[in-house]
């Protein structure tokens, strides 16, 4: 016990405290309103909170629901809320390690704090670990996830330098079996985030630290022997992680082989088109590389506004004041609504911005550091940085995407510079910590200091002074829009030159912007350069120093993350910040949703009395009004959601918002792991409002949700589908196709109506085809009239008109096409309304649906051939839900004779079992994505039940892998208390200096 007295008085622990109060200090002024129950407005966090909404409400009174039918008209949990049994214990050493900090303080918290030990690992000064801890926590890429709400992702980057450090002590430090202990600790909290991408990415790096391992280790005697003792030992600690975090590991590996991440069986696209060219085991490429970094965007490392930053208007920003006022009056309009951004992504919240001063001084450590390290570092970044170039260097993607297991189960290639994040301020660290050890050495030969300086330096030089050498500040889209236009014609030639001038105006006001952040980077990089020189020449010391670059890197890092995550505030309000109870309960129920529930209680009377037992089984008393009334929402709709199963589609944003998730079983959603079979179903069919899919899946109601003026959200009720198959149905005819091609495209079908010329005799052609008779028409078509006109010398010119038929709306009403009030303009009017005085081009009427009728056909693949006894059904009888649970469904059926039962549920193959009276029976994937059984003659209770074995199972495994991680440390650090020697370094270098104790 005298030695671990001995350990924890040392004065060196001051230090860490100290450095623990500060991070405290500088996240709770970075975040202040986090203390007085506001949390930042995070649309992703909206999503999730709809998406888990049914979730959570079973789980709160029936325990973990492994399905759910809010989203994407069912599917596992696995990926949007799972509470696994046995990980209290670690769960409570990750509170202890947030300190409890509310959010989003915590997560700037465990930023700072996790890179401070992994520095402190490397046995670097507590003030070097300090200052890298601010370089890495306040990098604006990292601020950005969390206003974003990606969460998930900013816990796994913030554990991510616990990785390494656990690393570094087991094999650099005497007690190795503390640092595999704390190896399996880390690893725990880090899975635990459940951002595997994250996890997956940070592998280069610790297997880049285990090859220079190998070779130290390979050096010394005996060293082998103990490198493979720790390596082995490393490998145990990160299995017991696996297993306290077994219920997301398994969860997630059974569900990812059927989601958009586990192949397709399909070898064409929607447009009939082959996918060979983008299909991989894992997404395609290009959803995998739609969010590139552009080669020349690296440069947003050292100058944030290379690119442009953020997404938004250039007049929107106040920033870009001054710079508007020197634009031409002539362009100002235009350049005020053109976009800031000119990089190669489709968007961006902002840039990955690692900070002038903090690559300064990571480029110096290759030069003055003897810490093997840095060279691993240094391979691993620039390779993922070209990585994340994605499309723009394709043949490198392709490498890795066609032959490095597991790298093309992810999307959205940027996220890979999570590694440059950490590798660059760690190099800067590594380049302070010899700075401050070895200062007169470093003094002898100073021409690299002045050399990384001065090359830093001319590039911004080059930015200031000549910067359309180094990037166009017209992006590729735009360069593509000015080239449409055509200039074989004087008008043509004209617009264009027009245009061009806009332009022109455009790229110098982005010019202005770039330059005014590359001034701003030449000024921080010359003060940064002045503060390391003067303490080399011995002006002052290294805490003078420390604080010094800490106060540059605090202005410069955190000023560019304050553009993109503030305080400011809106009234009385904050303008990026809500209350904790808006977060949780994120939207009042809209117009169209009361719509709904208006119409569900006129058919069922006994829901408005469920409805009032709930709210008056409900205590509201600690809630303000506005708080009351969303709570209200939510009871009244969870009532409806239990006693209730149909769906509902936002036609506003049905597949990138989670809004009618909140309230509804719901067709569409958010999320970026969807069941892969259902994402496809979604490009055939129900993105081109395919009827009888629609109806197939039981959408009953359409809503459209659109924000208020004051941010909220609202919706309005569209329509009540009266084709909705319900809940299941007797089909009577099967059609077997071969494979999966086969089995989606005869799905085919549309509304349809019929086109007839009008009296106004213009000649009107489809798809190139002159039309003389009534023709059936699904809106897909080519369609054009030509006009006629007269001209000075009497001759007729036909202009060639195009037309988008209205067929969805014809299907209500008739519409006419008329001519508009204006010369030359056209409008589809109800033909009610209009009398023989109109001249009507032509007309359309409804003519109901072509193609696939679900109720007449239900399509079955071969490989489920076996389990269907007859290729035709009567379809007599009867089917009705009676019990609804997302793990739980059951039906009463009466027929006279057999039936193929289809249920507009998912089909999934894990999990998920179907009874007849209690006796279980297979489950048929039919119409590409729904179940189906056989039932026979009589009256019968069918049941759908879902367990998933393994989610018991892996409660067992968490319990025992968290008593093994503290068994663990506990060995460590009993072994700690019996050892006499010093706790010297096994780190070997030139240098030996290097391994001083803290």
């Given at each position: 016990m005298n030695r671990l007295k001995?350990?924890?008085?040392?004065?060196?622990?001051?230090?860490?405290?100290?450095a623990i109060a500060l991070f405290v200090i500088i996240a709770s002024i970075f975040f202040y309103p986090g203390w007085s129950g506001y949390n930042i407005e995070q649309g992703d966090v909206t999503n999730w909170v709809g998406a888990s909404q049914e979730i959570k409400d079973f789980?709160?009174?029936e325990g973990q629901p492994g399905w759910t039918n809010s989203m994407f008209s069912g599917m596992p949990a696995t990926q949007i809320s799972m509470d696994y049994e046995g990980r209290d214990i670690p769960f409570f050493l990750r509170d202890v390690y947030r300190l409890w900090l509310p959010r989003p303080i915590s997560i700037l918290f465990i930023y700072f704090l996790s890179f401070y030990i992994m520095a402190i690992s490397f046995r670097m000064k507590p003030i070097v670990a300090i200052v890298g801890a601010l370089a890495f926590g306040l990098s604006s890429s990292q601020l950005i996830i969390i206003e974003a709400g990606h969460l998930t992702k900013a816990f796994a980057i913030g554990y991510a330098p616990l990785l390494i450090?656990?690393?570094?002590?087991?094999?650099?430090?005497?007690?190795?079996?503390?640092?595999?202990?704390?190896?399996?600790?880390?690893?725990?909290?880090?899975?635990?985030?459940?951002?595997?991408?994250?996890?997956?990415?940070?592998?280069?790096?610790?297997?880049?630290?285990?090859?220079?391992?190998?070779?130290?280790?390979?050096?010394?005697?005996?060293?082998?022997?103990?490198?493979?003792?720790?390596?082995?030992?490393?490998?145990?600690?990160?299995?017991?992680?696996l297993m306290v975090n077994m219920g997301n590991i398994i969860g997630t590996n059974e569900y990812a082989k059927y989601t958009t991440r586990g192949g397709t069986d399909l070898t064409i696209t929607a447009d009939g088109q082959p996918n060979e060219e983008i299909a991989t085991s894992g997404l395609d490429r290009e959803y995998i590389t739609n969010w590139s970094y552009g080669k020349g965007e690296t440069f947003t490392f050292i100058v944030p506004n290379f690119k442009g930053g953020e997404t938004m208007r250039i007049g929107d920003n106040d920033a870009n004041k001054k710079i508007l006022k020197d634009v031409p009056s002539q362009g100002r309009q235009f350049v005020k609504g053109s976009n800031q951004y000119w990089g190669d992504q489709p968007f961006t919240s902002g840039p990955v911005y690692l900070g002038i001063i903090v690559v300064f001084l990571a480029l110096l450590s290759f030069f003055y550091t003897k810490e093997k390290f840095r060279w691993a570092l240094l391979i691993v970044t620039v390779i993922t940085v070209m990585l994340s170039w994605g499309k723009n260097f394709m043949g490198f993607t392709n490498f890795f995407l066609d032959y490095v297991p597991g790298?093309?189960?992810?999307?959205?290639?940027?996220?890979?510079?999570?590694?440059?994040?950490?590798s660059v301020p760690l190099l800067g660290a590594m380049f302070l910590h010899r700075l401050v050890k070895a200062r007169d050495k470093i003094k002898e030969n100073l021409v690299p200091f002045y050399a990384v300086g001065g090359s830093l330096a001319f590039i911004l030089l080059i930015f200031l002074a000549i910067p359309t050498t180094v990037t166009s500040f017209i992006s590729d889209a735009e360069i593509q829009q000015l080239n449409t236009l055509d200039v074989s014609t004087p008008q043509g030639e004209e617009a264009f030159n027009y245009w061009s001038d806009q332009y022109d105006m455009l790229a110098e006001a982005r010019a202005d912007i770039m330059q005014k952040d590359a001034i701003r980077s030449f000024a921080l990089l010359a003060l940064s350069f002045l503060a390391v020189l003067l303490f080399i020449r011995g002006v002052y010391n290294k805490y003078i120093l420390g604080g010094a670059l800490a106060i540059l890197i605090l202005f410069d890092l955190g000023g560019v993350s304050k553009r993109y995550i503030n305080t400011e505030k809106r009234g009385r309000n904050y303008e990026q910040w809500v209350e904790v109870w808006k977060q949780k309960l994120p939207y009042s129920a809209g117009n169209g949703d009361l719509e709904i529930f208006n119409r569900e209680v006129q058919k069922n009377p006994d829901l408005l009395f469920a409805v009032d037992s709930a709210l008056n089984a409900t205590d509201f008393s600690d809630m303000e009004n506005k708080e009351k009334a969303r709570y209200m929402d939510w009871v009244k709709f969870r009532t409806l959601n239990r006693y209730t199963n149909y769906r509902v589609m936002d036609m506003s944003n049905p597949f990138n918002s989670s809004y009618a998730s909140y309230f509804h079983k719901s067709i569409g959603g958010y999320h970026g792991a969807k069941l892969g079979r259902y994402q496809e179903l979604i490009e055939f069919h129900i993105g081109k409002a395919n009827p009888a899919v629609l109806d197939m899946l039981n959408m009953k109601y359409q809503i459209a949700s659109q924000p208020t003026q004051s941010g909220d959200m609202n919706s309005q009720f569209v329509k009540e589908n009266p084709t909705a198959m319900g809940n299941a149905w007797f089909t009577k005819n099967v059609k077997m196709v071969e494979n999966a091609d086969e089995e989606i495209m005869a799905l085919e079908s549309s509304n349809a109506a019929k086109l007839s010329i009008g009296k106004a005799g213009f000649p009107v052609y489809i798809n190139g085809e002159q039309v003389t008779e009534t023709t059936v028409v699904t809106g897909q078509e080519n369609v054009y009239f030509l006009f006629p006109s007269q001209q000075v010398d009497g001759s007729v010119v036909y202009d060639t008109i195009k037309q988008q038929l209205p067929v969805q709306q014809a299907a209500a009403f008739d519409l006419s096409l008329i001519p508009g009030q204006k010369p030359g303009t056209w409008n589809w009017a109800y033909d009610e309304m209009l009398d023989s005085t109109f001249n009507k081009i032509m007309t359309l009427t409804t003519s109901g649906r072509i193609g696939w009728d679900p109720l007449e056909e239900t399509v079955v693949d071969n490989d489920f051939s076996d389990q269907i006894s007859q290729q035709s059904y009567s379809g007599e009888g009867t089917i009705t839900m009676t019990s609804y649970h997302p793990d739980n469904l059951v039906y009463k059926s009466s027929s006279p004779d057999k039936q193929l039962a289809v249920f507009s549920e998912i089909y999934y193959p894990l999990g998920w079992k179907a009874y007849i009276d209690g006796e279980e029976v297979p489950i048929i994937r039919v119409n590409y994505v729904l179940r189906a059984i056989e039932v026979p003659a009589g009256e019968h209770t069918i049941e759908f039940a879902y367990n998933l074995p393994s989610?018991?199972?892996?409660?067992?495994?968490?319990?025992?892998?968290?008593?093994?991680?503290?068994?663990?440390?506990?060995?460590?650090?009993?072994?700690?208390?019996?050892r006499t020697d010093e706790a010297t370094s096994e780190e070997e270098g030139e240098d030996e200096t290097d391994a001083e104790e803290v």
């Open positions: 001995e350990i924890l008085l040392q004065k060196s622990n001051l230090w860490h405290v100290g789980r709160e009174s450090a656990g690393m570094v002590f087991a094999y650099r430090w005497k007690n190795w079996i503390l640092g595999v202990g704390l190896s399996a600790l880390f690893m725990t909290f880090e899975l635990s985030a459940n951002h595997l991408q994250i996890t997956y990415y940070m592998a280069f790096v610790l297997i880049g630290l285990g090859i220079v391992e190998f070779i130290r280790h390979y050096k010394k005697e005996g060293g082998v022997l103990r490198f493979a003792k720790i390596t082995g030992g490393l490998m145990v600690a990160y299995a017991i992680a790298y093309n189960k992810f999307r959205a290639v940027t996220i890979i510079l999570a590694v440059a994040q950490l989610f018991k199972r892996s409660g067992t495994f968490s319990w025992i892998g968290s008593i093994l991680v503290l068994l663990m440390i506990g060995a460590g650090i009993f072994y700690e208390t019996k």
